[in-house]
């Protein structure tokens, strides 16, 4: 990882850290974990990358925090490069419009789940990942490791306890659609998958660069291809249609670019063919989202004019 002061995204981030600093209300962190509850809304990073790998940052961008719901961005693109269109029989691609934990829908659609990324999809993605890799957590964190180029990206296990501690609405969602047939390993061994997944801690400046191939049309950090041009377009779809939730139609509105946040507090944002970012602080809005996170997005896309728009 390279840094450079001088070129252009530097005081752009600058410039958004101040504003940021002024902000008064920035939500109330995640508290159906205590690991969570105890985060300070006041916290906030927030990272840049470019396509080579050149990285700028301001205020806590190389500080850890709990990734969650962001990791399904990887998973989903690791699933899709193992197995391709017929992933798309298990997990839809249409915003849900409700709530990332919400049931209601399975039912109505056979324990097919909306989209990857509400918790139900991503139960189906890392149930498929699974079974593609017989080991979801660790393929997605030798993945995570090495497009960041930080070895020591890890999962924290008392994160991936207290998820399973207060994991009740997730096994019903698990439960229920297997007894659709729309899971194929144990419940209890993807359930424990999920939770080490969601626990995953890593810094800004990790996730800006690990989501660096969706900026590369499906190309990772070596070169290599992960996804095919048009699978990478369709990964940056689903984000824009489905990656904040029922709050996508607006951050589609306010930031103009693919992106997927997690209760953690974290938001990454593509713009294809140009850089990828990361932004972070744990006070969320009544929809599970960063306040400063998309607020920090949305000021960089009308400051500097980079959107998908
Ligand atoms: N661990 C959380 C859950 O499964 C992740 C949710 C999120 O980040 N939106 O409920």
Redesign the pocket.
């Known amino acids: 990882m390279t840094t450079n002061a001088t070129t252009s995204f530097q005081p752009v981030l600058d410039r958004i850290a101040e504003e940021i600093a002024e902000l008064t209300d920035r939500g109330t962190p995640a508290d159906?974990i205590p690991a969570l509850a105890a985060g300070d809304p006041t916290d906030f990073g927030m990272a840049v990358a470019e396509l080579d790998g050149t990285v700028y940052g301001v205020g806590d961008w190389r500080r850890p925090f709990s990734t969650?719901?962001v990791t399904k961005v990887f998973t989903l693109a690791l699933a899709l490069a193992g197995e391709g269109d017929a992933l798309w029989a298990h997990v839809g691609r249409e915003p849900s419009g409700d709530p990332?934990?919400s049931l209601v829908q399975l039912e109505y659609e056979n324990g097919i789940p909306r989209n990857p990324f509400i918790?139900a999809g991503a139960l189906v993605v890392t149930d498929r990942l699974h079974r593609l890799t017989g080991d979801a957590s660790g393929s997605l964190l030798g993945f995570l490791r090495a497009e960041s180029g930080n070895p020591d990206l890890a999962f924290d296990t008392d994160v991936a306890a207290s998820?399973a501690a207060h994991g009740d609405?997730?096994a019903a969602l698990a439960h229920f659609m297997a007894s659709y047939g729309n899971i194929t390993g144990p419940v209890p061994d993807l359930l424990r998958e999920?939770?080490r997944q969601?626990s995953l801690e890593a810094s800004c400046a990790d996730l800006a660069l690990a989501t660096g191939f969706l900026a590369r049309h499906g190309l990772r950090a070596d070169g290599s291809r992960l996804l095919t041009r048009s699978q990478a377009k369709q990964v940056n779809a689903v984000m824009l249609t489905c990656g904040t939730?029922d709050a996508a139609g607006d951050f589609a509105y306010r930031v103009g670019l693919p992106g997927k946040?997690?209760?953690?507090g974290a938001v990454v944002a593509v713009v294809p063919g140009r850089c990828t970012l990361c932004v972070w602080s744990p006070g969320l809005d009544d929809r599970?989202n960063s306040v400063a996170g998309v607020t920090a997005l949305d000021r960089f896309t009308t400051i500097t004019g980079l959107s998908v728009f």
């Open positions: 159906y969650q719901s990332f934990n918790n998820e609405r997730n999920y939770f969601c939730y946040s997690g209760v953690g599970g």
